[in-house]
């Protein structure tokens, strides 16, 4: 038998892979209400009327660092410098969502739903893209990136570590490229603000938090998956899996208007931090360590003022206060505002571990009282003994070592000594 050279073998594997060429994909029927854009790609449109919907955002001042253009727009960079930036119009603002075959992302994960809104006057306009098998997935994300870079900017709902990756890698497995946006994701700006209130930051926790509502005949997100894989392998759909595939498009639908009305809570508590931290219940050392980054310094000061002097104007626990307070004494220790610093320590919880060794540090070593000093490292004792730590105790590794019961008992016994020497300095 004469040799095959390689070239030729390829061909003939070519020629035996042409002639057993899989079938085409199976027709499905577009539902009512969408519309076939692609084979296997529908898409529909549906509008939600927003109550005060804005005609201008200002996504800038969300972060700490402005995007490049933005900096050679304002010739600066700073966080301060983002508030002279113009407000961009409410409609070059996409409100962006992914509904996917897992929840853990990598390169078998695909995104088979979509929906991108915007406003338009009154509307929140929502565009929902669905793909209804595997080989639509090119134009559906085509479709997809298309929505997204017509905008100026992209918010998301975890977007920054689950949908815009998942997009980007199914782009390059599709040889397609993935534009470059400029993203908000509003769950860290949630964590931040409400992670002390809410067991969880998850879009359904901030819903009923803090936008005061709950979704009828929804969808777990974790079933998702399931329905859409279901509803590809079945040649004739029974009646059930287009009633559960009708709950995942409603679910997306509602995940993204959630969004757009978080975003304008969240936009408008760095526009107006005093008002938003009254009236959204947001933990005042979250946003004030957010505007210090920012170089909004005296804005985060302002806030830190307000619960300090004026704690009959919020419902905050004792842990809440304590930590604004921290940040409030160390805005002062930084500045060396030795009044500030002094006026802040006193006002501190006086059941609070931390707020009684702070006032012995105080007394200690800046007013110079050892006998006051020691009176509140034992109260201090006291509540370490009995296990109530108190509130505020939430820190760093180093803070906790000094809150510890041998740590306050070193601190008690120096106290000891100094007084001692001070009342009978010849019997040392």
Avoid at 141 to 170: H, K
Avoid at 358 to 366: D, G, M, P, T
Avoid at 394 to 409: C, G, K, M
């Amino acid at each position: 038998m004469p040799l095959v050279n390689l070239k030729d073998r390829l061909a003939l594997i070519k020629s035996d892979r042409d002639k057993k060429a899989s079938p085409a994909p199976r027709k499905r029927i577009v539902p009512e209400g969408w519309t076939e854009i692609a084979p296997l790609v529908w898409m529909r449109e549906i509008d939600r009327p927003f109550v005060r919907a804005p005609a201008f955002f200002s996504p800038h001042l969300m972060r700490a660092m402005p995007f490049r253009e933005d900096r050679r727009q304002n010739r600066g960079g700073t966080g301060s410098q983002c508030a002279d930036i113009p407000p961009v119009p409410a409609e070059r603002i996409v409100f962006f969502d992914l509904e996917t075959t897992g929840l853990s992302g990598g390169s078998g994960t695909i995104a088979f739903l979509s929906t991108v809104a915007r406003f338009e006057g009154s509307d929140l306009v929502l565009r929902q893209t669905f793909l209804g098998d595997y080989p639509g997935e090119r134009d559906f994300l085509v479709l997809v990136t298309s929505q997204l870079e017509d905008a100026d900017w992209v918010a998301s709902y975890n977007g920054a570590a689950f949908d815009l990756p998942l997009l980007q890698t199914r782009c390059v497995l599709n040889r397609l490229a993935m534009p470059l946006v400029r993203h908000i994701d509003v769950l860290h700006d949630c964590r931040r603000f409400w992670r002390g209130l809410a067991a969880s930051c998850s879009l359904s926790s901030m819903e009923n938090l803090i936008l005061k509502k709950e979704r009828d005949e929804d969808i777990p997100g974790a079933l998702v998956p399931g329905v859409w894989l279901d509803y590809v392998k079945s040649d004739v759909l029974r009646e059930e899996q287009s009633a559960l595939m009708t709950l995942v498009w409603r679910h997306n639908v509602q995940d993204v208007v959630s969004l757009a009305e978080l975003f304008l809570l969240v936009e408008s508590a760095y526009r107006s931090p005093e008002s938003a931290v009254l009236r959204y219940s947001i933990d005042p050392a979250g946003l004030a360590r957010r505007l210090l980054r920012m170089d909004r310094e005296e804005e985060a000061k302002g806030i830190l003022l307000m619960v300090r002097d004026k704690a009959e104007m919020f419902e905050l626990t004792g842990d809440a206060r304590t930590r604004a307070l921290r940040h409030l004494a160390s805005i002062a220790w930084k500045a060396r505002d030795r009044e500030l610093y002094v006026k802040t320590i006193l006002a501190m919880d006086d059941a609070s571990l931390f707020g009684c060794l702070a006032k012995a540090k105080l007394y200690e070593h800046f007013l110079k009282e050892e006998l006051s000093a020691l009176s509140w490292a034992r109260k201090a004792r006291d509540i370490a003994v009995a296990g109530g730590a108190g509130e505020g105790t939430r820190a760093s590794a180093s803070s906790l070592s000094a809150l510890s019961l041998e740590a306050i008992d070193h601190r008690i016994a120096r106290l000891e000594r100094k007084i001692a020497k001070k009342d009978n300095p010849a019997a040392l």
